[in-house]
């Protein structure tokens, strides 16, 4: 009864006409910062603190609750339209979303994200309010051994998400890996692979690695292949997705809700796991995998739905336990240090009115997100009637000017440049640069896991195995790694039995062919013979 006089509470909270607007600015913000590539959630929080000095607690963390949900719907549109990630965790919309807009099909792509991510928000709300408790308490048990086996099985499933071959996703993974190694090792200080470089020092951001791979990469893949006809795409008749569009989605919307809202407890995952782990799951089920990355709207449905789900259930550990579960939330804990508020068990008791004004603030925002999301499709599908000529440049431009917001730095744009080289070159030699970018992002994640770990259990690996949680991932791991293994050995000698029983059925064909072959022609001896007797004979 408690609970829910709290959750009405915060409905009120909410609904003060100071709290509401504040809650509708930071979804637009939220919006127009996820369109434009490489600013994202966590920089424009770091621009707006010092505006949330003279505003009430409350307000602050809502607007900038609302700028961090709403910037994971934002950057799906440059993700289809553009082939554009803003942030990591749409790096695998890209890859059947895109192809839908090549397609003719932007709207139904945009309109399904936008419908997944308002499912998945809310069914991450809903588990908010009645299961953070629970699921905050399983979450302090993960420590670094779990961290560095979640990482480890994250990247193992990198290889499922490519739409070309397992090898050449395993090698971008491992070079993605090996760029995450750059910089300043964080427990020595030793410098790696920077080249006395100090701009190095620091590693890579993931900005300029997302922007040249996908940006300036494809610029100059198409640029190459501009004697090809390029046609425009056609009129999108239907924003909202359609019953057959509804019904195909529908299975990808409820598991990646519940996936999401999961994996976003885990610090270090978050997003980008879950979206990574939704596009892997539906490819790992569906019939034709095939169709993925070819314009799967599953593959599309999926993601965003995981990454909403996420985005939001990562407030749990931030507001039970003052633990930030990414970048982003490490800005809201410093939000809330800010207006003299510290996060952890004691909020939900103390500060009653932010807690469930906050988390009702995400119910009302996912409405707002929704209902601006889908009109607006219209307009966002008119930016691939821009003809490639213009378009071209203006892609890059947004490209090298979202690199540059990031750290003000014009290494970054070289970076970028770089990035750009090799991303053309993967494309040309049919390698996916989706591995290579998510293996960067958690390559960080595993490495200090791992140490971390070894140093735990005195650089002993059976450590691992000796706490359940770790152990089990562990477990799925190797499952995740050996059943391929199995499935090709079984597929090869199904294959060398049906070519052996080919090669035995033609043998018996020759062999009964032959014997066949040799009783006509002993029969046509015998009357060769009897006619010659005959002739002898008259």
């Excluded at 198409?222 to 057959?244: D, F, I, Q, T």
């Excluded at 508020?341 to 103390?350: A, C, D, K, M, N």
Aim: aromatic residues 8%.
């Amino acid at each position: 009864m408690e609970s829910l006089q709290n959750v009405a509470a915060g409905f009120a909270v909410v609904l003060e006409p100071t709290n509401l607007l504040y809650c509708l600015l930071g979804v637009v913000i939220g919006m127009l910062i996820g369109v434009l590539p490489g600013l994202g959630p966590a920089a424009t929080i770091a621009i707006l603190l010092p505006l949330t000095y003279g505003v009430e607690p409350v307000t602050a963390i809502i607007m900038l609750a609302g700028i961090f949900y709403g910037a994971q719907y934002g950057g799906t549109i440059t993700s289809v339209l553009l082939r554009l990630p803003g942030e990591a965790s749409s790096v695998v919309t890209v890859l059947d979303g895109h192809a839908m807009a090549r397609q003719g099909r932007a709207g139904t792509a945009l309109g399904v994200a936008a419908v997944g991510s308002f499912i998945g928000g809310t069914v991450a709300i809903v588990g908010l309010t009645f299961l953070a408790p629970v699921v905050a308490g399983f979450a302090l048990d993960f420590g670094p051994p779990e961290y560095a086996a979640l990482a480890l099985l994250g990247i193992l499933l990198v290889s499922t998400i490519a739409s070309g071959a397992r090898l050449k996703a395993l090698i971008a993974a491992a070079i993605g890996l090996l760029l995450a190694t750059v910089g300043r090792d964080a427990f020595t200080g030793a410098e790696r692979f920077t080249f006395d470089n100090l701009s190095l020092a620091d590693g890579i951001d993931f900005v300029p690695v997302a922007m040249g791979l996908f940006g300036l990469g494809e610029i100059l893949y198409n640029l190459e292949e501009r004697h090809r006809a390029v046609h425009a795409p056609g009129k999108v008749a239907n924003v909202w997705p359609s019953r057959k569009d509804l019904k195909e989605s529908s299975g990808a919307v409820t598991r990646g809700s519940v996936l999401g809202f999961f994996l976003g407890i885990l610090p270090g995952g978050g997003a980008t796991i879950a979206s990574m782990a939704a596009y892997a799951a539906e490819k790992k089920r569906a019939k034709d995998p095939s169709r993925f990355g070819k314009g799967a709207i599953e593959g599309v449905a999926g993601p965003e739905t995981a990454n909403n789900a996420a985005a939001t259930s990562s407030f749990i550990p931030l507001l039970t336990l003052g633990i930030p579960a990414n970048a982003t939330m490490a800005l809201m804990f410093g939000a809330l240090l800010i207006q003299g508020i510290t996060p952890g068990p004691q909020l939900v008791t103390e500060h009653p009115e932010l807690f469930w004004g906050v988390v009702n603030s995400m119910y009302i925002g996912n409405v707002l997100l929704l209902i601006m999301s889908i009109p607006l499709v219209g307009v966002f599908v008119r930016i691939l009637r821009v003809r490639a000529a213009i378009l071209a440049p203006v892609t890059a431009l947004i490209t090298m000017v979202g690199a540059y917001t990031i750290n003000n730095s014009v290494f970054d744009v070289l970076l970028v440049v770089v990035f750009g080289a090799v991303g053309y070159l993967m494309k040309k030699f049919g390698f996916e640069p989706g591995p290579l970018v998510l293996a960067f992002v958690l390559g960080s994640l595993l490495e200090s896991s791992l140490r971390r770990s070894l140093l735990m259990f005195d650089g002993s690996a059976a450590g691992f195995f000796t706490r359940p949680i770790s152990a089990t991932l562990l477990v799925v791991f190797v499952v995740v790694a050996v059943l391929p293994l199995v499935r090709a050995v079984r597929d090869r000698r199904t294959a060398g039995a049906v070519v052996g029983g080919a090669a035995a059925g033609g043998a018996v064909a020759g062999v009964a062919g032959a014997a066949a072959g040799g009783s006509v022609a002993g029969t046509s001896d015998a009357g060769a013979s009897a006619k010659n007797r005959e002739e002898e004979s008259v």
